[in-house]
């Protein structure tokens, strides 16, 4: 058994209980207690700069948009400007990421209620679908009969199900099909979305959660990302009291599933 224990003192231990044969057992505790105050404050610190970044980057977009207005670009001023968009686009991601896994981290908008996952499902779908479109992927939900009722924030639950589904069109070719789907088994509710795009390694598997964590391959360098959406991903499957676990093989496709506790005596 391992887990975290905070003694009446304020410190904080990792503690592993260890049953030794013949023996009893063994208890061991390892105080982590500056680690945590470290890392509170790193979060901090990333959370104050990422904040004061937006203002200025506001600004550089405000007057990108304003040159093609007060005169003449030709086609290689055209061609900078889109470049300097397409940075602005993805310092933009990376900040609203960070800024999110901060605030679910520290459980801020995280209201619960009890709620039917099919709905859920339902609109990511329907936001996501131009998406597919776009990247000629055919994107497939069929809504089970029966309610997945659950006990979650509805808007985390969907910007992580939207993670997902956009990781499966992102990583996949035209003319593959993306497919969602959401069941309830003895008291848990499982969503899954598989796709049949380039699959991951099964050395990157066990890292790919991580933050800042980008696939090793020529492809995904291509593919625009910051590596954060698999993170915000677990950060609100775990704050549901869930598990968030992919199963993929190189070249033949993915799926991602989280399970959460299905919420008893139906609404
Ligand atoms: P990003 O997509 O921005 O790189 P993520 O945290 O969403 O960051 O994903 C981390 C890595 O996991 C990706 O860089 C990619 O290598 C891999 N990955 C995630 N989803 C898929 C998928 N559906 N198919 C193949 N690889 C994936």
Redesign the pocket.
Known sequence: VHGEATLDSGRIYNAHLTPVGGVGRVLMLQDVTHLKELNRVKSEFVAAVSHDMRTPLTSVQGYVDLLAKVGPVNKKQERFLARIETSIRSITDLIDDLLDIRRIEAELDLEMEACDLRHVIDDVVQRMRPYAEDGGQDLVWRPPVSSLWVRCNPPRIAQALE?LVS??I??SSPGERVIVTGSEDEGHVVVSVS?E????PRE?QPR??DRF???K?EE?AG?R???????IVRAVVDKHGGRVWVE?QPGAG?T?AFVLPALDGQI
Do not use: H, Q
Request: overall charge neutral; hydrophobic content about 35%.
């Open positions: 993670n990781n499966a992102k990583y796709d795009g380039i699959g991951i990157e790919i959660f964590y980008r696939g391959s995904v593919i990302g910051t590596g954060l959406g698999l993170s993929s993915s991602f």
